[in-house]
């Protein structure tokens, strides 16, 4: 049988490089344990061309399949023009890395999420000159909210405003996309961080951080294995169904009355909930990539 061959994709401009090679060797390493061989490839070595003959970028050799493990949507959707085979796919990935994307596509599926209103859309450089707006966000919401910005990652761009002073000048001092969101409070410092594989939870870990209401991992937060409850397990996989990402780590928070969904994550990073529960979620990934492409 002819050995299966795939790309791994990456970006070549993190800051966190060592972080992230760790996590592509342990994907490589399961792929080779099961007779895959998948080639690292960093975002910046695949140049796009568009044109009036369509959409292509140089490929010497074309692999069965593409784990996109990056947010180059551009590239993602230039791969998917050329009728390579992702996972996941640069919709799913698009939808995941936008918070107001995910917000909108989860909202009147009756999956429990935090009141979520999303802000207006400014310019970089231009920011928010009117702050009018805010006066009807706190109306909805109240004091405490969380902000965040529709693009980050690891808890970062995240703040938790208790009065509208801070809230102003935290609002007056970006010119990102912004999502503003009801706080639950039941969940202060603490979350679960589901792995869907395949429409299943494979993993899963309790996040618990005493001295900040954001519960990960890079924030301090301390990690323990965690076996959620068929509620939990099937909000996690019924997310994955709807933003249609074929795997994810997926956060939910601690409501009064039970689960709340708070974000899907098409690029989660392995690692951690590995040295927690011992569970390798890339072999998980690479056994459903060579079921699916057979």
């Known amino acids: 049988m002819e050995k299966r061959t795939g790309w791994i ?3 070549g401009f993190l800051s966190a490089q060592d972080k992230f090679r760790q996590l592509n060797q342990r994907i490589i390493n399961a792929a080779e344990i099961r007779g ?3 080639k690292l490839i960093t975002n910046d070595n695949l ?3 568009a044109d009036q003959y369509g959409v292509i970028f140089e490929m010497q050799t074309r692999p069965d399949f593409v784990l996109f493990m990056d947010k180059d949507i551009r590239l993602a ?3 998917e023009a050329e009728g390579l085979r992702l996972f996941n796919s640069a919709s799913a990935i698009g939808i995941c890395d936008d918070k107001s994307l995910t917000a909108l596509m989860v909202a009147g599926h009756g999956i429990e999420t935090p009141q979520t209103i999303i802000g207006p859309q400014t310019f970089d450089g231009v920011g928010y000159s009117n702050l009018d707006f805010l006066s009807r966000i706190v109306k909805q919401l109240g004091f405490p909210l969380v902000v965040k910005e529709c693009f980050g990652s690891f808890g970062q761009q995240v703040w938790l405003m208790k009065n509208a002073v801070d809230l102003a000048k935290l609002v007056r001092e970006t010119s990102k996309q912004l999502i503003f969101q009801e706080f639950i409070s039941n969940s202060y410092g603490r979350d679960v961080r589901l792995n869907v594989v395949d ?5 899963a870990m309790l996040r618990t951080n005493e001295c900040d209401f954001r519960a990960n991992i890079t924030n301090g937060a301390s990690m323990k294995a965690y ?3 068929k509620a939990e397990c099937d909000m996690a996989i019924k997310v994955c169904g709807i933003v ?5 780590g997926v956060d939910l928070l601690f409501g009064e009355n039970g ?5 899907a994550n098409s690029n989660s990073h392995i690692e951690n909930i590995y040295q927690c529960t011992g569970i390798d979620v890339s072999e998980k990934i690479i056994d459903y990539i060579i079921k699916t492409i057979s």
Not at 199 to 203: L, R, T
């Open 9 to 11: 994709v990456s970006n």
């Open 36 to 38: 895959v061989e998948l």
């Open 47 to 49: 140049l796009v061309r």
């Open 77 to 79: 959707q230039a791969m």
């Open 199 to 203: 429409g299943e939870v494979v993993a």
């Open 227 to 229: 076996h959620p409850s």
């Open 244 to 248: 249609g990402a074929e795997f994810a």
């Open 259 to 263: 689960p709340v969904f708070c974000e």
